[in-house]
Nanobody, 120 residues
Framework: QVQLVESGGGSVQPGGSLRLSCAASGIFFSRYNINWYRQAPGTQRELVATITRGGSTNYADSVKGRFTISKDNAKSTVYLQMNSLNPDDTAVYYC??????????????WGKGTLVTVSL
């Protein structure tokens, strides 16, 4: 039984901040790379940020310097701190856990998403 549950979405004004959380259960959390994706209306799904099992991070150019991904292995939870939000950040944000399993394949799990709306 694997479950990823996002929380923290909502409505915020431009320039504001929001912190998303993704709580995982049913997986060996520390062995997975964790990704945040987002999808805005009329756009393709975009990879926003990644944190590897070793703690390395990567960001899309569109959010670099504004967003920070982090995790708490003890709580099996990953966070996305979003600052200086603008209307282009409006999207449904999805948590994804991914792990390559040797040469046999991979594990890939998704949350149901949380909506972030940035507007006046």
């Amino acid at each position: 039984q694997v479950q990823l549950v996002e929380s923290g979405g909502g409505s915020v004004q431009p320039g504001g901040s929001l912190r998303l959380s993704c709580a995982a259960s049913g997986i060996f959390f520390s062995r997975y790379n964790i990704n945040w994706y987002r999808q805005a209306p009329g756009t393709q799904r975009e990879l926003v940020a990644t944190i590897t099992r070793g703690g390395s991070t990567n960001y899309a150019d569109s959010v670099k310097g504004r967003f920070t991904i982090s995790k708490d292995n003890a709580k099996s939870t990953v966070y996305l701190q979003m600052n200086s939000l603008n209307p282009d950040d409006t999207a449904v944000y999805y948590c994804n856990a991914h792990r390559v399993i040797g040469t046999a394949g991979w594990d890939d799990y998704w949350g149901k998403g949380t909506l972030v709306t940035v507007s006046l």
